[in-house]
């Protein structure tokens, strides 16, 4: 028995890690401006006493929730324009409604084509007509800010939370 719940928070833990260097790597990848710097960092949102703070992520699991904070820094000596700042959210996370700080501008549901927030979609109601419905928070895999300029030595923090869901699939 001890076994099998050790395999498993390893498994945990090694997805949970997983997920957050995907995050990570992703996120800087995505700055779109060579001299412009991401740094992303994940905590684990808790509340004791009523009271909320943030602690280290390395011991979360299904149903926890997870704040980033992506910070874009120009550290080049000229401006940086029309910085596309892009946060993905990993398969096995849904973004907590209205956590994106400041509001986020765009999402996407494969972190590729992006469209304003909230994203919709044409589905087939009940009587048979087409009609727009939202696009639950759960599918949308990146969200995106648009910087028109980042002086040099200027940052930029976007700040969004997401759930761990019971597995990588969605469930």
Same mark, same amino acid.
Not at 2 to 16: E, G
Not at 62 to 75: A, F, H, K, L, M
């Given at each position: 028995m001890?076994?099998?719940?050790?395999?498993? %928070? %390893?498994?945990?833990?090694?997805?949970?890690?997983?997920?957050i260097l995907s995050l990570a790597l992703t996120s800087s990848i995505l700055a779109q401006a060579p001299d412009v710097r991401v740094e992303l960092i994940g905590k684990r949102v808790v509340f004791t006493d009523g009271k909320e703070s943030l602690v280290s992520a390395d011991k979360a699991g299904?149903?926890?929730?997870?704040?980033?904070?992506?910070?874009?820094?120009?550290?080049g000596k000229a401006a940086a324009k029309?910085? *596309?700042?892009?946060?993905?959210?990993?398969?096995?996370?849904?973004?907590?409604?209205?956590? *994106?700080k400041p509001a986020a501008e765009q999402a996407s !549901?494969?972190?590729?084509?992006?469209?304003?927030?909230? !994203?919709? %979609?044409?589905?087939k109601n009940d009587a048979g007509l087409m009609e727009k419905q939202p696009v639950p928070l759960g599918q949308?895999? *990146? !969200?995106?800010?648009t910087l028109p300029e980042l002086a040099p030595g200027e940052t930029a923090t976007f700040v969004l939370r997401v759930r761990l869901l019971t597995n990588a699939t969605g469930q």
């Open positions: 001890t076994h099998n719940f050790q395999t498993s %928070r %390893r498994l945990r833990l090694a997805w949970i890690a997983g997920v299904p149903g926890d929730v997870i704040q980033y904070e992506s910070v874009y820094r120009n550290t029309n910085v *596309a700042a892009t946060v993905p959210i990993p398969q096995g996370m849904a973004l907590v409604t209205d956590s *994106a !549901l494969d972190a590729k084509d992006f469209g304003p927030v909230p !994203l919709t %979609r044409e589905v949308y895999r *990146a !969200l995106r800010w």
